[in-house]
Nanobody
């Protein structure tokens, strides 16, 4: 079992920045991969960024160059640094972890980009 707790969402103006955090209940070394997904109202959930073994990263085209996924092994935490935010980035952002072939999700955190 893996519990994931996200934090860091909120309201930000276009062009602003936010950093999301996802704290895992077990060592992230034991996890196959972690990632961030988002779901906007009326839309399907989509991948934002993933961090796999060997620190391999993968980003959605829409966020490349603006978002960065990283981790702090000592804190068992994965971050999503979001810069140059746009209104279309507005969504509920959820953390995901893959452990022993099972997918685990956090509760999600709302990010709203609006002036």
């Amino acid at each position: 079992q893996v519990q994931l707790v996200e934090s860091g969402g909120g309201l930000v103006q276009p062009g602003g920045s936010l950093r999301l955090s996802c704290a895992a209940s077990r060592s992230i070394f034991s996890l196959y991969a972690m990632g961030w997904y988002r779901q906007a109202p009326g839309k399907q959930r989509e991948l934002v960024a993933t961090l796999g073994s060997g620190s391999r990263t993968n980003y959605a085209d829409s966020v490349k160059g603006r978002f960065t996924i990283s981790r702090d092994n000592a804190l068992n935490t994965v971050y999503l640094q979001m810069n140059s935010l746009k209104p279309e980035d507005t969504a509920v952002y959820s953390c995901n972890a893959i452990y022993l072939g099972q997918y685990y999700w956090g509760q999600g955190t709302q990010v709203t980009v609006s002036s």
